[in-house]
């Protein structure tokens, strides 16, 4: 029988990181929707402020501290290989960006059809925790009796 040193995280605490994260993301948006920027650039500073927002909300928080963001850091929980091991960086930048690219691909669908799916499943896994095998998990390691 395999032991495991952390829980899974839970439907309610990933959700919470993830509004967190995208909230922050959204209301950068929504501030650049009411900004006047130059007519020549006005498309490209509002996509590029947005991009350097959620980059640095969702991604380089994980510099500090693999595995996290600002939303995971806040609901106490992290991601990790499927081994209990601390995820490259590498692997966090593939994740975030394929979270992100196939967010905007199928307009938010992904993270729906995601978010159902890790509710379903016994190992709580989004389909992005399958792809690039990471689980995020609960931060304070469980410590069983026996």
Same mark, same amino acid.
């Given at each position: ?5 952390? /829980?899974?995280?839970?439907?309610? *605490?990933?959700?919470? &990181?993830?509004?967190? *994260?995208? =909230?922050? !993301? ?13 007519? +020549? ?6 996509? =590029? ?5 959620? %980059? ?7 510099? $500090?501290?693999? #595995?996290?963001?600002? #939303?995971?850091?806040?609901? +106490? $929980? $992290? !991601?990790?290989?499927?081994? %209990?091991?601390?995820? @490259?960086?590498?692997?966090? %930048? ?7 690219? /196939? @967010?905007?691909?199928?307009? =938010?669908? %992904?993270?729906?059809?995601?978010? &159902?799916? /890790? +509710?379903?499943?016994? +190992? ?5 925790? !399958? ?11 469980? !410590? =069983?009796? #026996?």
């Amino acid at each position: 029988m395999t032991e495991h040193k952390y /829980l899974p995280a839970n439907f309610n *605490d990933r959700i919470h &990181a993830f509004s967190i *994260d995208y =909230g922050a !993301v959204f209301l950068i948006m929504l501030i650049n929707i009411f900004m006047q920027y130059h007519p +020549d650039y006005d498309f490209v500073i509002r996509i =590029g402020l947005t991009v350097v927002g959620w %980059y640095f909300l969702n991604v380089f928080p994980s510099h $500090i501290s693999r #595995g996290n963001s600002l #939303g995971k850091k806040n609901s +106490d $929980i $992290i !991601v990790l290989t499927e081994e %209990y091991e601390v995820v @490259s960086l590498a692997t966090m %930048y593939c994740r975030e960006f394929f979270i992100l690219i /196939l @967010s905007i691909v199928t307009a =938010g669908l %992904y993270v729906i059809i995601s978010f &159902a799916l /890790l +509710d379903k499943r016994i +190992d709580k896994k989004a389909i992005h925790d !399958v792809i690039f095998k990471t689980r995020v998990v609960k931060k304070t390691p469980f !410590v =069983g009796k #026996g």
